[in-house]
């Protein structure tokens, strides 16, 4: 069933249990600069041939195809976006469309920083920062990058330059449990969103297993041991992350259930991989190629149908996409791949 709602006057994507959907994950390429070891093996991946990526001009084609059908959020992501080449060329090109609302971006931060006068003349407002530790040695280790130093600089500048600025961390039992009560501690004096990620098993290896004991009730109930005194915060519609705040700090943390899926409800979500697959959840194996449709010589029309049947045979949450799935090796492909 096909399904569009009127809203504010805009066509608006639904899915069959009334959730409006206007955000769009959209990934440019899955190449990264880093080799974390809970995204893929330290040899890398097998990167996408070129041919394959989709091209400058077939993305700005389906982010106006996205927006005509009430879209008017987009998250840049990849593997890393600012390896891809004339990146700020891309960005801009996405800004000028007058129906998006919001263009964001998730970095590591290695590339970012002398991008950022660009990208604030643009209009981007929120960054996505990965750090996993404020130890350098250990940034290394989950790394395996001797980039911490241009990380941090990288989050200085961005939060000078007015940056919203997301911190994203995952918790590792057996890597980064120490880092918590320090990481949480940069919202004493900084202006960020610290926000602490369950593990998940998008790892690119099937050797390594997800320690499952730091789940979000864990990561909280850790927090809590430190910081008392800690209160949660209103939560915001299509929200990712329970959001708290410690009385008389700047900054707020956030705590991502990404494995044990509890945002589901709400979600208003889609991803497109770098190779222009489209998935209506992180956790659905397969997907719909729309960079094969576009070149396939499909009207945006055509794209459109397909797009909305798509989104009208979503699923209720990430267990039930999962489900639907017969066979699992999505669960060991990196985040690269999929889209971050």
Known sequence: ???FVIYHQKIMLTDKFGRKINYLRLA??????????????????????????????????????????GVDKIRITG????????????????????????LNITTNGL?????????????????????????????YKITRRNSFDLVMKTLYDLIENNFRVKINAVVMGDQNISDIIPLAELTKIL??????????????????TVNLKWNHSEILKYIKSHFPDI???SLAANSTSVNYKIPGYLGEIGIIAAYTRSFCGD??????TPTGILKTCLYEGGGVDLKQALRDGMSDEEVKKIIIQAVSGKSENGWEAEKLTLTKPELHQSMATIGG
Request: hydrophobic share 40%.
């Open 28 to 69: 440019v390429i899955d190449r990264c600069n880093l080799r974390c070891n809970y995204c893929m093996p330290a040899e890398g991946l097998v990167w996408t041939k070129q041919p394959d990526l989709m091209l400058d001009d077939e993305i700005i084609r389906l982010s106006e195809i996205f927006t005509d059908l």
């Open 79 to 102: 593997g890393e976006p600012f390896v891809r080449k004339n990146m700020i060329n891309l960005l801009e090109r996405l800004s000028a469309n007058e129906k998006l609302k919001q």
């Open 231 to 233: 209160n949660q915060l």
């Open 1 to 3: 069933m096909f399904i």
């Open 111 to 139: 590339l970012t920083q002398n991008h950022i006068p660009a990208m604030k003349k643009m209009g981007v407002k929120t960054v996505n920062l990965s750090l996993d530790t404020l130890d350098a040695e250990r940034f």
């Open 267 to 272: 979600c208003n979500r889609l991803r497109v």
């Open 191 to 208: 202006p960020v969103e610290m926000r602490f990620i369950e593990e998940m098993p998008f790892n690119g290896n099937v050797d390594k």
